[in-house]
């Protein structure tokens, strides 16, 4: 069992993909500027975590959202990730929860999606909260050979059981949100706080 309260950015643990969060009160704080196009830093704040990589498990974060974005697709979340065997990414496995916020969905729903090699599920979830309220919440990502399973607070929501979509490949947990490419920048900032993350494998 690892557990990381975020009272610093251990660098040996975690790397950066153009911006690291700002630590403060034992936090994580995964900021997006305004007025910065996608893909640069202040666009992007995420952080993948070297020691192992995983193809089963229970991964679980501690979180809050700021308002969400009204136009423009920010997506945030939690995720374990493999770019899969070819070049171009085309047969990527994950499995996933969050959303991008520029979709149709409420302040109260998300995706959770898995996906093997390219074969992919996007399921829509309510949670019966709102997200985005500036409230913490817990989010947990499961799975194992032949399932995939997410809860949020403790309450199991949803289960893939088709292993057509559940990936073997070793996947690496990624934290934090980025604006989407394409997406015209932020009018205001948006944060994706992590108050700690919690892995048992």
């Given amino acids: 069992m690892t557990r990381d309260h975020f009272d610093t950015l251990n ?28 893909n640069q830093a202040g666009s992007w704040s995420k952080v993948g975590y070297k020691p192992a990589r995983y193809t089963k498990g229970r991964f679980t974060i501690r979180f809050k959202l700021t308002e ?8 945030w979340g939690l995720a374990l990730w493999n770019d899969g065997p070819a070049a171009d990414g ?14 149709s969905f409420t302040n109260t729903q998300l995706r959770f999606e898995s996906a093997h090699r390219g074969h992919d599920v996007s399921l829509k979830v309510d949670t019966g909260v709102d997200l985005y309220d500036g409230r913490y919440h817990t989010g947990t990502l499961e799975y194992g050979p032949d399932y995939a399973a997410f809860y949020l607070d403790d309450k199991l929501l949803k289960v893939i059981n088709d292993e057509s979509f559940i990936p073997s490949d070793p996947l690496e947990l990624v934290i934090g949100p980025r604006l989407v490419t394409g997406s015209a920048p932020l009018q205001k900032k948006f944060t994706q706080t992590v108050d700690w993350v919690k892995i048992d494998a």
């Fill in 11 to 38: 660098h040996g643990v975690w790397k950066c993909e153009f911006t690291c969060p700002t630590i403060a009160g034992g936090t994580a704080q995964f900021n997006l500027q305004p007025g910065i196009q996608p």
């Fill in 68 to 75: 969400r974005p009204k136009d423009q697709a920010v997506w």
């Fill in 90 to 103: 085309s047969q990527f496995s994950e499995i996933c929860f969050g959303y991008t916020t520029n979709q």
